[in-house]
């Protein structure tokens, strides 16, 4: 692997994401962000219906010290106080909205996520968790639970905390991104290390809760084929490893990101969805029997992946994609279209002619 930049970003995040915070808009405390109901797949491999919700909290408390490289959730969170009053009557507005119609399903999923960690006190309390879990609990329909978290809130207290009201499939899901530590330091500057998360693996064993992997596609300051190694080794470690499933998330260029910083200086190129595929191919024909996932947002977007802009393939392959991920069917993945010889021809100029200097790299 070339060398990835050195450079303190950490700082100039900080002061970026504050400029960018001033912009935020309160919104309804007692409503979700968003709230709707999708096709899914469970971890048995059967497709239902889950029920998302994405909470209104005050967001993640790591982007508040400057966070990670591509990211600007937190500009979904609330600049006022969030208290635990308010994060319960989001919930149940949620499950107002669409209690009719998981009443009427055979099995549903419920997922919850927020601008950051549901196990972190600061944005979602004890007591509202212990609110949720309570009332999920009472579904007789209900097959699985899905949540997020950083590793450093996932403890014994935690995984007890949910094992008291819940009995059936639980998953959490982590930003694991890549499993190479350099990498995750330096090209997202993410805060944890391979140690935190082996522990947080292990850990979920012993309550038989799942670790949904999320790892990221082409970081910055990576080639091309740089970043469908990396994919496809980090996939292969978080199976060999234990993990629930893989979720992979190709990068889309977020506002008031470094990662948008260096894009709007033609200095970052979302990845292409030829690699996308490549990167899904691989791991699933070297883990048949994986749960292996591709969101699929801002795919053909000038800020998301996407092949040749505007060519009719991405959103085919988007579509692909989707279908993809819910029956798991590698055959599905068997597209052609005339800009994969561009594909091809980026990665062999791109790896010809990005050479380092000192402690950058740039395009000959």
Excluded at 77 to 88: G, L, V
Excluded at 176 to 182: A, P, Q, V
Aim: some cysteine; charged content about 30%; overall charge neutral.
């Amino acid at each position: 692997m070339n060398q990835i930049v050195n450079y303190d970003y950490k700082e100039f995040l900080k002061k970026l994401r504050e400029r960018y915070l001033k912009k935020r808009k309160s919104g309804d405390k007692n409503k979700p962000i968003a709230v709707w109901i999708q096709d899914d797949i469970y971890r048995d491999f059967n497709i239902g219906k889950s029920l998302t919700i994405i909470l209104r909290t005050e967001g993640c408390y790591y982007a508040k010290e400057g966070g990670c490289l591509m990211c600007s959730y937190l500009m979904d969170s609330s600049p006022e106080k969030i208290t635990a009053e308010n994060i319960i009557n989001q919930f149940n507005y949620a499950i107002e909205k669409y209690k009719e119609k998981i009443n009427n399903l055979k099995d549903f999923s419920v997922k919850i996520f927020t601008s950051g960690s549901f196990l972190d006190d600061r944005e979602v309390s004890k007591e509202a968790r212990d609110y949720i879990f309570k009332k999920l609990s009472e579904f007789d329909n209900l097959k699985e639970i899905a949540i997020e978290s950083r590793p450093e809130f996932i403890d014994e207290d935690k995984l007890n905390e949910i094992r008291k009201y819940i009995d059936i499939n639980v998953e959490i899901g982590v930003g694991i991104e890549s499993f190479n530590e350099e990498i995750r330091e330096k090209a997202i500057n993410k805060g944890i290390t391979n140690e935190q998360i082996i522990r947080v693996i292990e850990l979920a064993k012993n309550y038989n809760v799942g670790i949904k992997a999320y790892l990221l596609i082409k970081p910055l300051f990576i080639t091309e084929k740089e970043a469908i190694e990396d994919a496809i080794y980090s996939a292969n470690k978080c199976i060999e490893l234990g993990c629930s499933r893989i979720s992979f998330c190709p990068a889309t260029v977020h506002k008031g990101s470094v990662m948008e910083y260096f894009w709007s200086k033609n200095q970052y190129r979302p990845p292409f969805l030829w690699s996308v595929v490549e990167i899904l191919r691989e791991v699933k024909e070297n883990n048949p029997n994986a749960l292996i996932m591709c969101d699929t947002s801002g795919i053909g977007s000038e800020r998301g992946t996407h092949n040749l802009y505007g060519c009719k393939c991405n959103k085919l392959i988007k579509e692909k994609l989707e279908k993809f991920t819910l029956t798991q069917d590698l055959s599905i993945l068997d597209i052609e279209c005339e800009c994969k010889n561009i594909w091809e021809a980026y990665i062999e100029v791109e790896n010809k002619n990005i050479v380092p200097l000192g402690d950058e790299r740039k395009l000959l």
